[in-house]
């Protein structure tokens, strides 16, 4: 299994941008689709964002539409989370995950084999 470790978190003000990166070790990562994953204090861990490994497709939960962007870069075996126009309630810790899973299984956390340790996104309004 690869090993994760985000980047990148840090407290910023409403309507600031902020990029997380998750680095991977290992020759794998290309073979793994991506996804990034946020836990707000007393909240269940919810699905943010994937890219799948197969076809590059981008996947985002309806809160983050058109303010969040994920990618990668398999030379660098990182994924990155840009993510702009801020708001507090995207304030979480953010987790990159990799896995295998089947389009209707992309948003399933127990789905994902490797997990980072996270990265705190703080949002002051």
């Known amino acids: 299994q690869a090993q994760l470790v985000e980047s990148g978190g840090r407290l910023v003000q409403a309507g600031s941008s902020l990029r997380l990166s998750c680095a991977a070790s290992?020759?794998?990562?290309?073979?793994?689709?991506v996804a990034w994953f946020r836990q707000a204090p007393g909240k269940e861990r919810e699905f943010v964002a994937a890219?799948?490994?197969?076809?590059?497709?981008?996947h985002y939960t309806d809160s983050v539409k058109g303010r969040f962007t994920i990618s990668r870069d398999n030379a660098k075996n990182t994924a990155y989370l840009q993510m702009n126009s801020l708001k507090p309630e995207d304030a979480a810790v953010y987790y990159c995950?990799?896995?295998?899973?089947?389009?209707?299984?992309?948003?399933?956390?127990?789905?994902?084999?490797?997990w980072g340790q996270g990265t705190q996104v703080a949002v002051s309004s």
């Open positions: 995950a990799t896995g295998r899973p089947i389009l209707s299984a992309l948003r399933t956390s127990s789905i994902y084999t490797s």
């Open positions: 890219i799948r490994h197969t076809t590059r497709t981008t």
């Open positions: 290992g020759d794998t990562f290309a073979t793994y689709t």
